[in-house]
């Protein structure tokens, strides 16, 4: 990960999960938490337990500090190589999934599998990656960057249905997308 100043400098978090549809009593799962930057903003519009998750036991720590500076009781962060071990929650037991900036993985429609499986039905995904344009000032290679159609197709593929895609004008090096978990009344 770049410093930690010059990684926000990339995103405003608070519109992000907003536009997204992150919000509202259910358990929220973000794969890749990072500085925790995305993690606060979710968990101050949901009243369920956000798990943060990442491999890198810094950025764990950091967003664990991050949510208690910012007073919050309902930020499990927490050190999983969801990749190789999957996150760890049960099935069905969240109503949201964060995939931020993640599906360049070797293996993207096994994590969004993972995903699919601990949502409820009706449950969302939100999903943003780095636009795929070598004037983005980070993110990475344009070879392994994937496409936004390139995703849906993906996300299709391990069962969700395609919402919408969303302009995320609050953040002009990323674009985002909603997905659900098919049944529900979501």
């Known amino acids: 990960m770049p410093d930690e100043a010059y ?3 990339f ?3 608070d519109c992000i999960v907003g536009r997204l549809d992150c919000y509202g009593p259910a358990d929220v799962i973000e794969f890749g938490c990072g500085y925790g930057h995305f993690t606060v903003a ?6 369920g337990t956000m798990y943060a998750l990442d491999i890198d036991p810094q950025m764990v720590a950091a967003t664990a500090s991050r949510a208690a500076d910012a007073g919050l009781a309902n930020v499990a962060a927490l050190e999983r190589d969801f990749i190789a071990d999957g996150c760890g929650r049960p099935d069905g037991s969240a ?3 964060m995939l931020f900036n993640i ?3 070797e293996e993207p429609v096994a994590l969004l599998r993972e995903a699919y499986r601990t949502l409820a039905p009706g449950g969302k995904l939100g999903m943003i990656h780095w636009k795929h344009d070598d004037a983005t000032p980070r993110g990475p290679s344009l070879a392994i960057r994937p496409r936004p159609e390139q995703c849906r197709r993906w996300a299709e593929e391990a069962g969700f249905e395609y919402v919408r895609d969303e302009d995320l004008c609050c953040c002009s090096w990323h674009w985002g ?3 659900q ?3 529900g009344r979501g």
């Open 7 to 9: 990684w926000e400098s």
């Open 95 to 97: 109503g949201y999934a």
């Open 42 to 47: 979710a968990a101050k519009l949901v009243t």
């Open 181 to 183: 978990r098919p049944g």
């Open 103 to 105: 599906l360049h993985i």
């Open 177 to 179: 997308m909603v997905l």
């Open 11 to 13: 995103f405003n978090p």
